[in-house]
């Protein structure tokens, strides 16, 4: 009996509830918060789903990504190899290539413009990080902070790995998807604050027809005149322009679907859950969090607002051509923020069509926030 009872005693010892702290259930239930945002509200499923069951994992068995010097047998756990990928940029790259593969840039050669309001919605990175400074982040880490402000999981993942700030990855990146996640609520309050009634029930004139030439010669000249500025940015902007050359170019069709289909939602799977699993209490529940959580808030509504007021400018400008909503789609959540763009000027006005106008900016925010952090890399010498 004793055996039995020995037996039985270290099995209910062996369940989570003995070994989890208050720290974890905390955890656990922001994981059921997160399911429910992305399951019932919609809030981008694709990602919050893997990051909020990674969270969930982790949270109730830390060993799941344990590294090999943590573990008896010398085998790290599933979602530490995961992690390995992210560390090593390679989820990152391979993320941009399927996005790429999937992203139209006629709008943004169409209207050059809108480079300008991509660029425009950058203000918020290096806002933030001379607030990171101020509060207290080294150089490095505030840098990889303030990439939050472009809403851009993937870049922002890239540049903590390479900053070498692994321990910030977790933290960083839930707040990048979280925002990306959160643009129809964060972005429509400051894009109605900082316009008129009129200005948002301005029409746009259609966008001229791109040729198959231009479509092709664009993420070509791209890369060259990019990366020979800013080699660091190759991984990102070298990958970005390499699925979108598939797509264009119309002689690798397997390859455009391979990158934008099954690869796209094997790597996502990947990197989402690997980003999640990042989020123990331990690592999660901590001041240093509550502060990134903060400084990515700025980050993105200040980018948003800056996007906007440029595009105010150019409004006044062109005479009332270019209606201001679309510059807030600067930041590079696509497509989510040239929907909101559509979603706002749509409100004032039903029959006002503004998504393939805001997809120049928006689109432009991706190769604009992956040039961002390109500076940084170049700044510190990576």
């Not at 010398?74 to 790429?100: H, M, R």
Request: hydrophobic residues 55%.
């Amino acid at each position: 009996m004793s055996y039995v009872g020995e037996t039985l005693g270290n099995l209910l010892h062996q369940t989570a509830f003995f070994n989890l702290t208050w720290g974890n259930y905390v955890m656990i239930l922001v994981a059921l918060v997160f399911l429910y945002l992305a399951i019932k509200k919609g809030f981008e499923p694709l990602l919050l789903v893997p990051i909020a069951f990674g969270m969930l994992l982790v949270n109730i068995y830390p060993d799941i990504i344990a590294s090999p010097e943590q573990t008896s047998n010398g085998v790290g756990g599933l979602l530490y190899y995961f992690y390995s990928l992210d560390e090593w940029s390679i989820l990152p790259s391979l993320i941009f290539l399927g996005v790429g593969a999937m992203t139209d840039f006629g709008p943004l050669i169409a209207n050059p413009v809108s480079f300008l309001m991509g660029a425009a919605a950058q203000f918020g990175i290096f806002s933030a990080y001379f607030l990171a400074i101020l509060l207290g982040f080294n150089d490095k880490a505030a840098a990889a902070v303030s990439i939050i402000g472009g809403a851009d999981g993937p870049t922002s993942i890239f540049l903590a790995g390479k900053l070498g700030q692994t321990g910030l990855m977790g933290p960083i990146a839930v707040a990048a998807y979280s925002y990306m996640a959160l643009v129809p609520i964060i972005q429509p309050p400051i894009m109605k604050l900082f316009t008129t009634k009129k200005e948002r029930q301005i029409k746009m004139q259609n966008l001229r027809p791109v040729s198959k030439l231009e479509k092709i010669l664009f993420p070509i000249v791209v890369t060259i005149v990019v990366c020979l500025i800013l080699p660091t940015t190759a991984p990102l902007v070298g990958m970005l322009m390499l699925g979108n050359l598939f797509r264009e170019s119309g002689v690798v069709r397997q390859l455009q679907e391979t990158a934008s289909n099954a690869l796209m939602y094997i790597v996502v799977i990947l990197l989402g859950t690997s980003v999640g699993a990042t989020t123990s209490a331990e690592a999660f529940l901590n001041w240093n969090t509550g502060k990134i959580v903060i400084l990515g808030l700025v980050a993105f509504m200040v980018g948003t607002a800056a996007g906007v007021l440029f595009g105010k400018l150019l409004c006044l400008i062109t005479k009332g051509k270019i209606n201001p909503l679309i510059g807030s789609a600067g930041v590079s959540a696509v497509p989510m923020a040239a929907r909101v763009s559509q979603k706002v000027g749509a409100e004032e006005d039903p029959t006002n069509f503004l998504l393939m106008h805001a997809m120049g900016p928006n689109v432009a925010g991706v190769i604009g926030t992956a040039v961002a952090a390109g500076c940084f890399m170049a700044i510190f010498g990576i």
